[in-house]
């Protein structure tokens, strides 16, 4: 028996298919055929992450010097170049190791999930979790967990183009019996792994997975994390690239003249290796990583999940953020507030949560039951749904006095939230699901379609008679009907009748209310035609309902126009409804341009470009115009963060230049074409998470100037010394150590730098701008350049002073790394002087200062360590000299920032 049959026989036991699998059975089944995941490619083992920092070229020629050296007699000198190496190793293992782990914790996080039903329920579980002979529950944009085969389909269709290559979307219907050696493609019953439904729902029982299935064949095409290096990544590697030339060159130079002015070949020779060691920034990149790893576990945090890396550093560039309403902008807990129906408004009471609630016209109370319109429009609003409303009791134990405790009563939704708020209206009319699926049974289905806007179902009752009811946007509702249900029956609907509809529909929409309207008619027979269905529909009523705006979106808004970026507000609402919640948002003003759907259709690009600059609001738009709407904004020049949920958003989230999938709602499609998933599907995340990239690329500047000043300063004070004809400032072991006191935990920590308090109060930068933009690369070489002249001096003026080198060389060995600690404060801000900025909101880098500080005071002070570095204890004097020289730098460099300050005013 295979898998298929062994997965059928026994989910159809006591005909319980529709309970799907018990938790303990999934549980022994798992055992048995393991994950529900595709083989992955070997991961890089710690060993060979180890293994790989020893394999730059200059560390190994390094290596080979200190060998050679400690043959010659230098073996403490040799031991100590040795252990600097292997710490600088191992802290670039625990950079690279770490973010591995960032990437494989990411990888986890994107995880598909699957809808199954276990012991009668359906629940969403990990897809690894799925099993043969899990009842999946399957929808529009969904990512199939496995194959299976279909027991239920209304009007499926999936997207099999990764296994069969054709881009036509195949319709699935259950077949009565299986058939055997036929191609993926030509099996319409059965649904594969990885393929996506595009349209329609049903159900499917798990007959392989892993390996076992069709996409296990085909294994490497299993969707990962992307990897690659971000555009900075990459810039920073050819900029690097210039860097080593350049230090190479000023390394020979540096040797080759110390070896002319009679200094040891080997100790030249190893100077100059030292130097090429310290000065060329082999830890860049990595830094960068992980400062890019570290901003997407903050954004996580704040629930912002990024898919891409190079979305971080496009993040602070987006100029416009155009955003879904439902559930972004507003908190998705829709509820009905006014029914029009006869002519009439009649408004509802109640929690959105509650089945208790009142219905009020002119000011009285009135009775569902008693009022033919108003039932009516409340049993199409529960029949024509595929959302769920269980009553969940509350059993609670009080003993003897149980009786006088009233039992309360909970209710449980799932589905749609439009559909939702329509079960809990019917309930509050005693038109419940329990009571109408007794009278109703279900036959067939016409699913919502986001151009259609509408949804249909077709019933039948007890008496054998059919009825489509259709539900949907109010004005496409209006035009599929000829009839209107009255009091006095069922008339035609006439255009005075059409006006007064349309009227009330403007009037309920004026309220922020989105409306739906609901529609029926009796159909001659069973052997009707889908296509036919939605025609010469009989009007019953119009539905309002609220979905409040979340709290904290106007202050994402106010933030967003301080930060420069216009948000805009997409919706498949009316017109006058988007404009009201646009404008309590204050996304958009009174008499600001609003376009709808109709108005985009009639327009070309070229005239949708113009006015794309005008317009905040997009009203009554399908998926396919957001992907108009985001080339016009890129063609003008802006860089385009889009949201998205459903299958069709996919090409406009991938257009854009930040996708963003909602991680609640959205479709697994989406997701996938998104560089971000919002966790809480809220529109303020996507604000923070801006704010987050402005963060990481400024933290990343800052870490960049600190290297690269400190790489010159060290590169100067050689380079300058050597061609004066001073002897050498410092020593190679010396070199070195300065290297992994500054360059290590310092830069590190500066990644972890908080954000400026008016970094959302500046204009976004360009999405072609250089990471040395604004000056930075004049700051840089300023503050190298002050660096090494700080330290030749002192090491001149005490060498002139007492004529001892070892103690010239120890007080430039303490100024270089001084000066340096000092100017990573300095690199906190490149707007404020080191007088303005606060010193202690990063602790980490307090701490890293400190450690460093301690380690250089070590190497001078004890004895064990003197002998190694060749340093000498230092005077008061010296520390005076060093003091004022260090304090040098800081001053200059304000002076001047202080003073561009004014002349830019």
Same mark, same amino acid.
């Given at each position: 028996?295979?898998?298929?049959?062994?997965?059928?026989?026994?989910?159809?036991?006591? =005909?319980?298919?529709?309970? $799907?699998?018990?938790?303990?059975?999934?549980?022994?089944?798992?055992?048995?055929? /393991?994950? *529900?995941?595709?083989?992955?490619?070997?991961?890089?083992?710690?060993?060979?992450?180890?293994?790989?920092?020893?394999?730059?070229?200059? &560390?190994?020629?390094?290596?080979?010097?200190?060998?050679?050296?400690?043959?010659?007699?230098?073996?403490?000198?040799?031991?100590?170049?040795?252990?600097?190496?292997?710490?600088?190793?191992?802290?670039?293992?625990?950079?690279?190791?770490?973010?591995? @782990?960032?990437?494989?914790?990411?990888?986890?996080?994107?995880?598909?999930?699957? @809808?199954?039903?276990?012991?009668?329920?359906?629940?969403?579980?990990?897809?690894?979790?799925?099993?043969?002979?899990?009842?999946?529950?399957?929808?529009?944009?969904?990512?199939?967990?496995?194959?299976?085969?279909?027991?239920?389909? #209304? /009007?499926?269709?999936?997207?099999?183009?990764?296994?069969?290559?054709?881009?036509?979307?195949?319709?699935?219907?259950?077949?009565?019996?299986?058939?055997?050696?036929? =191609?993926?493609?030509?099996?319409?019953?059965?649904?594969?792994?990885?393929?996506?439904?595009?349209? $329609?729902?049903?159900?499917?029982?798990?007959?392989?997975?892993?390996?076992?299935?069709?996409?296990?064949?085909?294994?490497?095409?299993?969707?990962?994390?992307?990897?690659?290096?971000?555009?900075?990544?990459?810039?920073?590697?050819?900029?690097?690239?210039?860097?080593?030339?350049?230090?190479?060159?000023?390394?020979?130079?540096?040797?080759?003249?110390?070896?002319?002015?009679?200094?040891?070949?080997?100790?030249?020779?190893?100077?100059?290796?030292?130097?090429?060691?310290?000065?060329?920034?082999?830890?860049?990149?990595?830094?960068?990583?992980?400062?890019?790893?570290?901003?997407?576990?903050?954004?996580?945090?704040?629930?912002?999940?990024?898919?891409?890396?190079?979305?971080?550093?496009?993040?602070?560039?987006?100029?416009?953020?155009?955003?879904?309403?439902?559930?972004?902008?507003?908190?998705?807990?829709?509820?009905?507030?006014?029914?029009?129906?006869?002519?009439?408004?009649?408004?509802?009471?109640?929690?959105?949560?509650?089945?208790?609630?009142?219905?009020?016209?002119?000011?009285?109370?009135?009775?569902?039951?008693? =009022?033919? %319109?108003?039932?009516?429009?409340?049993?199409?609003?529960?029949?024509?749904?595929?959302?769920?409303?269980?009553?969940?009791?509350?059993?609670?134990?009080?003993?003897?006095?149980?009786?006088?405790?009233?039992?309360?009563?909970?209710?449980?939704?799932?589905?749609?939230?439009?559909?939702?708020?329509?079960?809990?209206?019917?309930?509050?009319?005693?038109?419940?699901?329990?009571?109408?699926?007794?009278?109703?049974?279900?036959?067939?289905?016409?699913?919502?379609?986001?151009? +259609?806007?509408?949804?249909? &179902?077709?019933?039948? =009752?007890?008496?054998?008679?059919?009825?489509?009811?259709?539900?949907?946007?109010?004005?496409?509702?209006?035009?599929?009907?000829?009839?209107?249900?009255?009091?006095?029956?069922?008339?035609?609907?006439?255009?005075?009748?059409? !006006?007064?509809?349309?009227?009330?529909?403007?009037?309920?929409?004026?309220?922020?209310? +989105?409306?739906?309207?609901?529609?029926?008619?009796?159909?001659?027979? !069973?052997?009707?035609?889908?296509?036919?269905?939605?025609?010469?529909?009989?009007?019953?009523?119009?539905?309002?309902?609220?979905?409040?705006?979340?709290?904290?979106?106007?202050?994402?808004?106010?933030?967003?126009?301080?930060?420069?970026? !216009?948000?805009?507000?997409?919706?498949?609402? #009316?017109?006058?409804?988007?404009?009201?919640?646009?404008?309590?948002?204050?996304?958009?003003?009174?008499?600001?341009?609003?376009?709808?759907?109709?108005?985009?259709?009639?327009?070309?690009?070229?005239?949708?470009?113009?006015?794309?600059?005008?317009?905040?609001?997009?009203?009554?738009? %399908?998926?396919?115009?957001?992907?108009?709407?985001?080339?016009?904004?890129?063609?003008? $020049?802006?860089?385009?963060?889009?949201?998205?949920? /459903? &299958?069709?958003?996919?090409?406009?989230?991938?257009?854009?230049?930040?996708?963003?999938?909602?991680?609640?709602?959205?479709?697994?499609?989406?997701?996938?074409?998104?560089?971000?998933?919002?966790?809480?599907?809220?529109?303020?995340?996507?604000?923070?998470?801006?704010?987050?990239?402005?963060?990481?690329?400024?933290?990343?500047?800052?870490?960049?100037?600190?290297?690269?000043?400190? *790489?010159?300063?060290?590169?100067?004070?050689?380079?300058?010394?050597?061609?004066?004809?001073?002897?050498?400032?410092?020593?190679?072991?010396?070199?070195?150590?300065?290297?992994?006191?500054?360059?290590?935990?310092?830069?590190?920590?500066?990644?972890?730098?908080?954000?400026?308090?008016?970094?959302?109060?500046?204009?976004?930068?360009?999405?072609?701008?250089?990471?040395?933009?604004?000056?930075?690369?004049?700051?840089?070489?300023?503050?190298?350049?002050?660096? /090494?002249?700080?330290?030749?001096?002192?090491?001149?003026?005490?060498? *002139?002073?007492?004529?001892?080198?070892?103690?010239?060389?120890?007080?430039?060995?303490?100024?270089?790394?001084?000066?340096?600690?000092?100017?990573?404060?300095?690199?906190?801000?490149?707007?404020?002087?080191?007088?303005?900025?606060?010193?202690?909101? *990063?602790?980490?880098?307090?701490?890293?200062?400190?450690?460093?500080?301690?380690?250089?005071?070590?190497?001078?002070?004890?004895?064990?360590?003197?002998?190694?570095?060749?340093?000498?204890?230092?005077?008061?004097?010296?520390?005076?000299?060093?003091?004022?020289?260090?304090?040098?730098?800081?001053?200059?460099?304000?002076?001047?920032?202080?003073?561009?300050?004014?002349?830019?005013?």
């Amino acid at each position: 028996m295979n898998i298929l049959e062994s997965a059928l026989q026994n989910s159809n036991k006591d =005909n319980k298919v529709k309970y $799907g699998l018990s938790e303990k059975e999934a549980e022994k089944r798992y055992k048995k055929y /393991g994950p *529900n995941t595709l083989a992955e490619k070997k991961k890089i083992s710690p060993f060979k992450i180890l293994i790989a920092q020893f394999s730059d070229f200059m &560390v190994l020629i390094l290596l080979a010097s200190t060998l050679i050296s400690a043959f010659m007699g230098e073996l403490t000198e040799a031991i100590t170049i040795v252990s600097i190496v292997i710490l600088n190793a191992l802290m670039g293992f625990v950079q690279e190791y770490r973010t591995e @782990k960032t990437l494989e914790a990411l990888k986890s996080l994107a995880a598909p999930v699957a @809808k199954v039903v276990r012991d009668g329920k359906t629940v969403e579980i990990p897809a690894e979790k799925v099993v043969p002979g899990d009842l999946v529950v399957l929808e529009t944009g969904d990512r199939i967990p496995a194959d299976a085969v279909l027991i239920e389909s #209304h /009007g499926l269709c999936v997207d099999e183009s990764l296994l069969t290559g054709e881009s036509v979307p195949v319709e699935k219907q259950v077949e009565a019996g299986g058939r055997k050696n036929v =191609n993926a493609g030509e099996r319409n019953g059965t649904v594969y792994m990885g393929t996506v439904v595009t349209s $329609g729902r049903g159900k499917a029982v798990v007959c392989s997975t892993g390996m076992m299935t069709e996409m296990g064949k085909i294994a490497d095409m299993i969707q990962n994390i992307e990897t690659e290096q971000t555009p900075l990544q990459k810039r920073l590697d050819t900029l690097g690239k210039y860097i080593v030339y350049g230090c190479l060159t000023i390394c020979a130079i540096v040797t080759v003249t110390g070896i002319l002015r009679g200094e040891k070949l080997f100790t030249m020779f190893l100077s100059g290796i030292s130097l090429a060691v310290a000065a060329v920034p082999e830890g860049l990149p990595a830094i960068v990583t992980i400062a890019l790893a570290l901003g997407v576990q903050r954004m996580y945090k704040r629930n912002a999940f990024i898919r891409k890396l190079p979305a971080v550093e496009t993040l602070g560039c987006a100029s416009v953020i155009c955003s879904d309403k439902t559930g972004t902008l507003t908190e998705n807990k829709m509820t009905v507030r006014k029914i029009y129906t006869n002519g009439g408004f009649v408004e509802v009471k109640g929690s959105p949560l509650s089945s208790e609630g009142e219905f009020i016209s002119l000011k009285r109370k009135i009775d569902p039951k008693n =009022n033919n %319109s108003l039932r009516l429009t409340l049993e199409i609003g529960v029949l024509c749904n595929n959302a769920s409303m269980v009553r969940i009791k509350e059993n609670r134990s009080f003993g003897k006095i149980a009786s006088l405790v009233p039992r309360t009563e909970k209710w449980e939704l799932s589905g749609d939230p439009t559909e939702a708020a329509l079960l809990v209206a019917g309930a509050k009319g005693g038109c419940t699901q329990e009571l109408l699926n007794e009278s109703y049974t279900r036959i067939d289905e016409i699913p919502f379609d986001s151009d +259609r806007k509408c949804m249909s &179902v077709i019933c039948e =009752n007890e008496r054998g008679e059919v009825f489509v009811f259709t539900k949907g946007a109010a004005d496409v509702i209006i035009e599929k009907c000829s009839k209107i249900y009255t009091s006095r029956g069922i008339v035609d609907l006439d255009e005075a009748g059409v !006006k007064r509809v349309l009227k009330a529909n403007d009037d309920m929409a004026k309220e922020a209310l +989105r409306v739906l309207g609901v529609a029926f008619r009796r159909l001659d027979s !069973k052997n009707y035609r889908l296509d036919d269905v939605e025609k010469d529909l009989v009007f019953a009523g119009l539905i309002g309902m609220i979905d409040p705006p979340r709290k904290e979106t106007l202050d994402a808004v106010r933030k967003c126009k301080l930060a420069g970026i !216009k948000p805009v507000m997409i919706t498949g609402d #009316h017109k006058i409804t988007a404009a009201a919640i646009a404008r309590e948002l204050n996304i958009a003003s009174e008499g600001d341009r609003v376009l709808t759907g109709a108005q985009l259709e009639q327009m070309d690009d070229k005239r949708l470009e113009e006015l794309v600059d005008e317009v905040s609001v997009y009203a009554r738009v %399908s998926p396919r115009h957001k992907l108009r709407i985001v080339r016009a904004l890129k063609k003008r $020049g802006h860089v385009v963060a889009m949201t998205g949920d /459903g &299958v069709n958003d996919a090409p406009a989230i991938k257009e854009a230049d930040i996708g963003v999938a909602m991680g609640i709602t959205g479709t697994d499609v989406t997701k996938e074409a998104s560089s971000m998933i919002l966790l809480d599907d809220n529109f303020a995340t996507i604000v923070a998470a801006v704010e987050e990239g402005r963060v990481i690329y400024n933290n990343i500047r800052k870490f960049i100037r600190y290297m690269l000043s400190c *790489n010159i300063g060290e590169v100067l004070t050689m380079f300058v010394g050597t061609l004066i004809g001073l002897p050498l400032p410092l020593l190679p072991i010396q070199i070195l150590w300065v290297n992994l006191v500054t360059d290590g935990l310092p830069a590190i920590a500066l990644g972890l730098e908080p954000g400026d308090k008016d970094i959302m109060m500046r204009p976004p930068r360009g999405a072609k701008e250089n990471i040395f933009s604004n000056g930075l690369w004049q700051l840089i070489i300023f503050r190298g350049a002050l660096i /090494g002249l700080s330290t030749l001096a002192v090491f001149a003026s005490i060498l *002139n002073f007492t004529s001892n080198v070892d103690v010239a060389r120890t007080a430039a060995f303490v100024t270089l790394v001084i000066t340096q600690l000092i100017h990573v404060f300095e690199c906190k801000s490149e707007r404020k002087n080191i007088f303005e900025i606060p010193l202690f909101n *990063n602790i980490p880098l307090v701490l890293a200062v400190l450690c460093s500080l301690v380690m250089i005071l070590g190497v001078v002070y004890i004895p064990l360590f003197q002998g190694i570095f060749k340093t000498v204890p230092l005077s008061l004097n010296d520390w005076i000299l060093i003091g004022g020289f260090s304090a040098l730098g800081p001053v200059i460099s304000s002076f001047f920032k202080v003073n561009y300050k004014y002349i830019r005013r």
